[in-house]
Every structure is written in structure tokens, then in C-alpha cells.
């Protein structure tokens, strides 16, 4: 006969040998399984306007073949709104997870607001067919690079943008940003006539619609000392102003020793809080 201490020890010993078991297996799930990717479709369903948008306004869908009701990572490259094409981070391939990766339009064949117009039609898309491969609608992430960090909080904080496409912004499970712009981009400040050293707050400014019920939000920037013109005090300002209009799920995280490059070792961490 086990005594009491012996029991409780055996009991301890199983829910290790559980956990384990299932950390391995899903290791080894998303290892194994095969995945498919589709791309170029485009995510606009109405009549686009010229040449450029056709070309422009597609995206790729990277998504395990055979699994159900995984979760899906939406990818906004950067490159300032001048530059940049999809891409799907290595990192983030074989995981578990649908990856699309989205093209949206650049400076200076359009201005303000096509970007976010852009950003938005891909997340509503996105949020209208990922079940047709596999994916569950209730847990879409919404994440980004650079100025695609800035989109991802503008289609997120600003609500009127998903709106239009009778979508809730609130229904994004989580919006994480890799060193984002969260005052007004300062592409969109050239179109103004704005000097780039020179901040703005306004209705494209991610910060600007701070507020207490937005999806959980992860920000990840480099070294204060070392980011691209203030981001970090930029990302810190938008988490102070999400805390003050009551927003609980939010954190700013700095990595220290790194300049504006930051998705090498911020991905292990976007993809911590996914699977978390």
C-alpha cells in the first residue's frame, strides 16, 4: 500500500508524463504534418479599379493540409508603404498555423488611405474564407512588420475600416507588431509635406483610437537607443494610452541590443503568444 505522500508523488509524476507527452506530440504534429500555400488570390470581391490594384491586391494562404480549426497569423510586410512584397517568414512556416502573407499598394502610386483600405479588404477576406481551408475564424491574428505592424493596429484599433465589411474588429484574437509606426506613418507625412523627424498624431495614426475593449496587443521593438526614428517611445506611448482608456491585455517588449530588424528574434516570441 502507496502512503499518502507516495500517492501525491504518482500523481505529480502523471500529470508530468501528460504534459510531456503532450508538448512532444504537438511538436511533432505541426513537424509532420504537410502543408499546402496558394497564392496570389485576390482579396478584393468587388470590381477592382485599374491595372495596379489587380496586380497588387493578393495574397497567399500557407496552411496545414489536412488539420481543422487551426489558428491563422495575417502577415503585413514593411517597407515604409514605398516598398516590399509578401512574404511568408521562415520562422514562422511548419508550426501549426495558417500563415498569409498580403500585398497592399505603395507610395507613390496611391496615398492615404488606399494602404489601410488594402489591409482591411485582406483581413476581412481572410476572415470570410479561412474555413474553406481548414482554419477557424475565431482565431485570427493580426500581425506585421514596420509599417505592416502599422496596419495591422489601424485595421485593429480603428473600427470603422472592418466595419464597412460588417466584421467587428473585436473578433481579431490578438494583434502583435514587430517595431510598428503607431503615430502617423511617416510616409503619410511626406504626402503631407512633413519633414520624417517631425511627429503627428491624427486620424491615421494608430494611437489616435486607443481604446479599453481592442483585441490583446503585443508590441516588440528594438533597443530604444538603436530603433528607426523613436519607435520604441512610439509603441511605449500607444501602451500607455491603451492602459488608460482601460485596456488590459496589452505588453510593450524591448529587445535590447537590436535596431529596427527585428523579426529574427521576435517571431519566437509573436508565435509564444499564440500558442500560449
Not at 529596427?260 to 500560449?276: D, F, S, T, V
Request: hydrophobic content about 40%; proline content about 4%.
Amino acid at each position: 500500500m502507496l502512503n499518502l505522500q507516495q500517492k501525491i508523488i504518482v500523481k505529480l509524476l502523471n500529470k508530468l508524463l501528460r504534459v510531456l507527452f503532450l508538448i512532444t506530440f504537438g511538436v511533432n504534429f505541426a513537424q509532420s504534418t504537410d502543408y499546402k500555400i496558394k497564392i496570389d488570390i485576390p482579396y478584393y470581391e468587388d470590381k477592382v479599379e485599374n491595372v495596379y490594384q489587380k496586380e497588387r491586391c493578393t495574397l497567399d494562404v500557407y496552411y496545414p493540409d489536412v488539420a481543422e480549426n487551426f489558428s491563422t497569423i495575417v502577415w503585413f510586410h514593411g517597407g515604409g508603404l514605398k516598398s516590399g512584397s509578401k512574404v511568408i517568414p521562415s520562422q514562422l512556416k511548419n508550426k501549426g498555423h495558417a500563415v498569409v502573407a498580403v500585398n497592399y499598394r505603395l507610395h507613390p502610386k496611391v496615398s492615404a488611405p488606399k494602404y489601410i483600405e488594402d489591409a482591411a479588404a485582406a483581413v476581412a477576406w481572410v476572415f470570410k474564407n479561412i474555413n474553406q481551408f481548414g482554419g477557424d475564424p475565431s482565431q485570427i491574428y493580426v500581425c506585421g512588420f514596420s509599417s505592416g505592424g502599422f496596419l495591422s493596429l489601424m485595421v485593429s484599433l480603428d473600427q470603422k475600416w472592418l466595419k464597412k465589411y460588417s466584421i467587428n474588429s473585436n473578433r481579431i484574437k490578438g494583434v502583435i507588431t514587430l517595431s510598428a509606426t503607431t503615430f502617423t506613418n511617416h510616409t503619410i507625412r511626406k504626402e503631407y509635406g512633413m519633414e520624417i523627424t517631425q511627429p503627428l498624431i491624427d486620424h491615421y495614426a494608430p494611437v489616435y483610437y486607443s481604446r479599453g475593449d481592442a483585441p490583446p496587443i503585443t508590441l516588440i521593438t528594438g533597443d530604444r537607443e538603436n530603433e528607426f526614428f523613436g519607435m520604441y517611445e512610439e509603441n511605449s506611448y500607444l501602451r500607455r494610452m491603451l492602459k488608460l482608456n482601460g485596456h488590459k491585455q496589452n505588453e510593450l517588449i524591448e529587445l535590447g541590443g537590436y535596431g529596427h530588424e527585428i523579426i529574427e528574434p521576435a517571431i519566437p516570441l509573436l508565435l509564444k503568444r499564440i500558442n500560449q
